[in-house]
């Protein structure tokens, strides 16, 4: 393994994700050295470097994670510091009785590394003392709060982008994988271009993966966001398109392992397989009509889809029937899920 690519991600994070952080900690460090006379207000810092993070939903996740640790990691502290003091084998007890209550309450990771961390910190930076316990809680509230309206205030992230350009990525690549399939049909093909097509028509899975994760994480974005009533429909747009992309792919995966298992040069003289592959490039025409990109006004909106009649073909030779009702049942399938009246 390369060690940089232990700590090292593979691409920037948004520069404007530093300039949040670097606000919200500023701005925690000195309102809570304001108001919680003392110490230097360490915990409202971290508090507010923690809860600014790339979604409104994360931030107040790990505002309540940050608060609910710190309060139970103190409150563990001051109790053993009070009873026993603050040497070394009560930090290290407190760490144990942290990480054990916080499995006890079953605790989030997050949650139960901040009931430790907590713990820690207040036993070796301070007196567990009543008053320093209560000011490293308000502390931490004031920085959580500050991370989240910074995060709120400062142009709401959002990320409906990727979800919609891994989408439209999706229907291209789906649509392509018909036409070559359709292809494969007509022309006589080797055993090296029938592996070739079926593992490019496998790539589809990842593509749809990639597409549904970033939906869901284009919906937690909106979460709590201001700008999210206006664009909930948008997403709403693209989740729909995938739901209807998502069989597909299916469809096309399994038609091209039929095809890959049961080929044979003949089949190109074929006249009910020269007819479903007609229909597989009348299908990729319906899929880019369906692309999520699709305004009304544009051209591809208004035309009309291909699929419009069922497909009639006369009974295939002894040879290939197995393979031409293993293709005219998906075939139906994708006539279906195109949403093409019969």
């Excluded at 919680?36 to 923690?50: D, E, N, R, T």
């Excluded at 990842?206 to 999210?228: H, V, W, Y």
């Amino acid at each position: 393994m390369r060690i940089p690519a232990a700590f090292r991600a593979p691409r920037r994070g948004p520069f404007l994700q530093v300039v949040k952080s670097a606000v919200a900690t500023i701005a925690a460090w000195l309102l809570a050295g304001w108001l919680v006379q003392g110490p230097p207000p360490v915990f409202a810092a971290i508090a507010a470097l923690l809860v600014v993070q790339p979604s409104l939903n994360q931030s107040l996740t790990r505002a309540i994670e940050r608060s609910i640790g710190v309060i139970v990691g103190v409150l563990i502290a001051s109790t053993l510091g009070i009873a026993f003091g603050s040497q070394t084998w009560v930090i290290l007890a407190a760490t144990a009785i942290s990480l054990l209550t916080a499995w006890l309450l079953k605790m989030t990771p997050g949650t139960t590394n901040q009931v430790a961390i907590s713990a820690v910190l207040v036993l070796a930076l301070g007196a567990a003392t009543p008053g320093y316990a209560v000011d490293r809680i308000v502390e931490t509230l004031i920085g959580a709060a500050i991370g989240f309206v910074v995060n709120l205030a400062i142009v709401p992230p959002v990320a409906i982008g990727p979800a919609r350009e891994k989408t439209e990525r999706l229907a291209v690549e789906l649509a392509e994988a018909l036409e070559r399939l359709g292809e494969a049909l007509r022309t006589a093909q080797t055993r090296p271009q029938l592996e070739e097509l079926l593992l490019t028509a496998r790539l589809l899975r990842p593509m749809l993966e990639a597409a549904s994760t970033a939906i869901d994480d284009a919906a937690e974005s909106l979460t709590f966001n201001p700008r999210g009533r206006q664009l909930r429909a948008d997403l709403a747009r693209i989740r729909e398109v995938l739901t209807m992309y998502a069989p597909i792919v299916t469809q096309v995966i399994g038609m091209t392992r039929a095809v890959y298992d049961r080929y044979d040069p003949s089949i190109v003289a074929e006249p009910a397989v020269r007819a479903i592959a007609e229909q597989l490039g009348r299908a990729a025409h319906d899929v880019r009509l369906r692309h999520v990109g699709a305004a009304p006004h544009t051209p591809s909106a208004t035309e009309p889809p291909a699929l419009t009649h069922p497909l009639q073909i006369a009974a295939p030779s002894a040879d290939h029937w197995i393979l031409v009702g293993s293709l005219l049942v998906d075939l139906h399938r994708i006539h279906e899920n195109l949403g093409e009246d019969d």
